[in-house]
């Protein structure tokens, strides 16, 4: 749902052969489209080049398909690489920010190049990059400043350099790295971006989600810890903790909303979480209907573990329309309000005269969901009653999710009542923090207290609840950055 949608920033992969039998350039542009919902803006990869420490990039706007139209031919042969998806904020769209970002050799500590591939938000980078006087900045990327701090950090080997520049980052950063003819890959203390680490032939891979690793045949070895540094090359894979924070701050909607269902975070299928969503937003807020339906499309799970739980049959008449081209739309505002209709079809046989319940992942603004309940309204629903499987969205999000301000967000300055209304809901219940806790924590947590604990120290959940963020975050930091990650 476009207008309602927030976004997540980038994907990532990394990938070691030291067998040199596999085509590494195509394995990580199909790694690539397994990470493809994460960052449809830009895409890229860096190739180390055998035996120079040479990096080649390729990179360039548009989806995988479109910065490699021909496939991967075209590309140098080599054991190792590292890939990139983003997804940019207004203004930043360029092919200048288009990730991996690679440091030329012969700056400074440097002897060979440097490619990094950052997912998340550094939240001091631009206090970072005012420090940094005697840089000339090619780019406004996270990625840059990173690579900055590495040419001042010092030490023997470029993992020293590289814990070095990472006790100056505060915020959300997954990295994986190409240097000295190694892969590195690297989470923040928090591990507020995913990673994983993989087997793939008897080399190595990283990537944002496993679901990445589903597509190239990849075995999921195990998520890196938060702080954890792992370093790849022929001797194989060591691991090193940097830095230990007293709890954890995985964003949440990681499994709310941006990560693939296919893919483990956590320990935990993100389908399997989606459906118990649903069936605690069900013990918290059933309802006397006749039907659930999800609003397509993360939503189905969610609205599956709503009807096992309550009994209600599951349908789905609200059908997404795979080939809605909304360039056709945009500047004629009649079909703007009609957008819906084009993007959903809605099956009215199925819901005349019947109390629908919808089920919905999150509501950002609301403004889709009131032309949508409109809709139902208008093909005969009698009654529609609107859960939520997450709690609302009310504050910003400083680590690299692109939520609008607050006084665009719904929830922000009204009252579930008044959104109800707003909407044009018969009722409206949203999940309670508890209920996340439970949902995402596996069902522990007996008291609320105890449910919400999980929520503590194992995520981040500030733009629901202010004290949800991991670490105190300032106004001024750099919420929407134009690096990204
Ligand atoms: S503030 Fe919200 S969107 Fe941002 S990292 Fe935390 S949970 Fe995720």
Not at 86 to 98: D, I, K, L
Not at 396 to 414: M, N, Q, T
Request: glycine fraction near 10%; charged fraction near 25%; include cysteine.
């Amino acid at each position: 749902m476009a207008d309602e949608a927030i976004h997540d920033h980038c994907g990532i992969v990394g990938i070691f052969d030291p067998t040199n039998q596999l085509d590494v350039p195509r394995y990580l542009v199909i790694a690539m489209t397994a990470l493809q919902h994460r960052g449809q803006e830009s895409a890229g990869v860096a190739l180390l080049l055998p035996g120079t420490g040479e990096i080649v990039p390729k990179t360039g706007m548009g989806r995988v398909r479109d910065v490699f139209p021909q496939g991967t031919d075209d590309l140098p042969k080599t054991c190792c690489g590292i890939g990139h998806v983003r997804y940019s904020t207004t203004g930043s769209s360029c092919v200048e920010n288009a990730a991996p970002f690679v440091l030329r050799p012969g700056r400074k500590m440097i002897d060979d190049a440097v490619a990094i591939a950052h997912n998340g938000n550094v939240v001091n980078a631009s206090e970072l990059r005012a420090e940094i006087t005697d840089i000339a900045f090619q780019s406004d990327t996270d990625s840059e400043v990173i690579a900055a701090l590495l040419l001042r950090a010092g030490g023997e080997s470029f993992a020293h350099r590289l814990r070095q520049a990472a006790h100056r980052l505060r915020g959300a950063y997954s990295l994986v790295l190409l240097a000295e003819g190694k892969l590195y890959g690297l989470r923040d203390p928090y591990g507020m971006r995913p990673l994983s680490l993989g087997r793939l032939g008897d080399g190595w891979i990283l990537a944002s989600e496993t679901c990445a690793f589903d597509r190239v045949g990849a075995t999921f070895v195990r998520e890196l810890a938060p702080g954890e540094l792992v370093t790849i090359d022929e001797q194989g894979c060591r691991t090193e903790t940097f830095l230990r924070r007293a709890r954890r701050g995985l964003c949440v909607f990681e499994f709310v909303y941006f990560s693939d269902a296919t893919s483990v975070l956590d320990g935990r299928n993100v389908y399997q979480v989606r459906e118990e969503l649903g069936r605690q937003l069900a013990r918290e807020y059933p309802a006397e209907a006749d039907m659930v339906v999800p609003v397509p499309l993360t939503a189905i799970p969610m609205a599956l573990g709503y009807a096992e739980q309550t009994g209600l049959a599951f349908a789905e008449p609200v059908i997404a329309s795979r080939y809605a081209d909304r360039s056709f739309i945009k500047p004629d505002q009649r079909l703007r309000r009609l957008e819906i209709d084009l993007k959903f079809n809605i099956v009215q046989s199925k819901i005349e005269g019947k109390r629908i319940v919808l089920v919905e992942d999150s509501i950002v603004r609301g403004n889709t969901l009131q032309i949508l309940i409109k809709a139902l309204r208008r093909k005969g629903a009698s009654e529609v009653h609107m859960r939520v499987a997450a709690p609302p969205i009310k504050h910003p999000c400083y680590f690299g999710i692109d939520i609008p301000d607050e006084d665009e967000l719904i929830a922000s300055h009204r009252s579930v009542d008044a959104v109800a209304q707003y909407i044009g809901a018969d009722s409206l219940g949203y999940l309670s923090l508890a209920g996340l806790g439970r949902a995402t924590g596996g069902g522990a947590g007996d008291t609320d207290h105890a449910a919400e604990g999980i929520l503590r120290h194992r995520f981040c959940f500030g733009c629901m609840d202010e004290r949800g963020y991991p670490f105190p975050v300032r106004e001024d930091a750099n919420r929407l950055p134009s690096d990204v990650r």
